[in-house]
């Protein structure tokens, strides 16, 4: 289980150091939409999933795939 942000958690299972490089993107992205937005967005469970789902099958595309299974959870504004 690893918390991203103020609204959503993600587990995973399979390889621990594909989910730990995970972390690590998600730290990345985090910290890029809050140096370069200006306003108060902050990314909830529906964003996080929709960029993991694009960058899972991304590797997975170039037979680089991470080895894991994620679900994600969470809830901004009353939505799941």
């Not at 399979?14 to 902050?42: A, C, P, V, W, Y």
């Not at 964003?47 to 299974?69: Q, V």
């Amino acid at each position: 289980m690893h918390a991203v942000g103020s609204y959503t958690v993600i587990g995973a299972g399979g390889d621990m150091s594909d989910f730990q490089q995970i972390q690590r993107i998600l730290e990345d992205l985090l910290i890029e939409e809050e140096t370069t937005r200006d306003n108060e967005h902050k990314l909830g469970p529906g964003e996080i999933h929709e960029f993991l789902a694009r960058m899972m099958y991304r590797r997975r595309s170039k037979f680089d795939p991470l080895w894991n299974t994620l679900i994600v959870a969470g809830m901004k504004d009353g939505e799941k």
